[in-house]
């Protein structure tokens, strides 16, 4: 199957600090991906759809001054949390459909914010 | 306001047995359905899908049964086995958002040799 890759697959940070992951769709283009977050023993919760070329539609009570996402070609997007804080640490995950019925998920980020 | 429910947090069977997962949706709008399987720090994996106009879809020991009336499906795994135990998420999504998933909470389901 498709592949679908993050970087980094785990990061640990300064409260107060920025840090970006980085999603990739290896083998095919991908016009939409998703980011999700999942908290410990939690749902994935949908955070926001990329689009490439415009911009970035974000799920009720995600902040998007926050959460940057830039989807810079139709292989990458990235995901910034900026002025990151303890309650953002999380596994993050990003999705790249290849069509409606098929979706890939990248391996996780965990991200922890000391 | 949580639209796709997994009320079963955790289930435990015997290899060889039948993994039955429940799945319950309120949102009549979704008209797709999937499950992903899921490992502790790894990306959902997908396993069988199926669309609102099936009840039924089978790939090798997995079977998922959709009932509309009831919004309702479930995952048949037979025969269990120990490789199998992982986290179990129902997924459904809607034809006018493409691609958007919205997940259930999740089964851990537990395969003993």
């Known amino acids: 199957g498709a592949v679908v890759s993050q970087h980094p697959s785990w990061v640990i940070c300064k409260s107060g600090t920025s840090v970006k992951i980085e999603c990739r769709s290896l083998?095919?283009?991908?016009?939409?991906m998703f980011w999700y977050r999942q908290f410990p023993k939690q749902s994935l919760m949908l955070m926001a759809t990329?689009?490439?070329?415009?911009?970035?539609?974000?799920e009720q009570g995600v902040e998007k001054d926050k959460f940057l996402i830039n989807h810079a070609s139709l292989t990458l997007s990235t995901l910034t949390v900026t002025s990151a804080h303890p309650e953002d640490s999380s596994f993050y995950i990003c999705?790249?459909?290849?069509?409606?019925?098929?979706?890939?998920f990248g391996p996780g980020t965990r991200l922890t914010v000391l | 306001d949580q639209q796709v429910k997994q009320n079963s947090p955790s289930l435990s069977v015997q290899e060889g047995r039948i993994s039955i997962l429940n799945c319950d949706y309120t949102?009549?709008?979704?008209?797709?359905f999937l499950w992903y399987k899921k490992y502790p720090a790894e990306g959902p994996t997908f396993l069988i899908s199926?669309?609102?106009?099936?009840d039924k879809n089978e790939d090798g020991r997995f079977t998922v049964f959709l009932n509309k009336s009831a919004k309702h499906l479930s995952l048949h795994i037979v025969p269990s086995q120990p490789g199998d135990s992982a986290v179990y998420f129902c997924?459904?999504?809607?034809?006018?958002?493409?691609?958007?998933?919205?997940f259930g909470q999740g089964t851990i389901l537990t395969v003993h040799p």
């Open positions: 999705s790249a459909p290849l069509n409606r019925n098929e979706q890939f």
């Open positions: 083998d095919f283009q991908a016009t939409t």
């Open positions: 990329s689009n490439e070329g415009s911009k970035a539609t974000y």
């Open positions: 949102n009549s709008m979704f008209d797709y």
């Open positions: 199926i669309s609102s106009i099936k």
């Open positions: 997924a459904a999504s809607e034809g006018t958002s493409y691609g958007k998933l919205t």
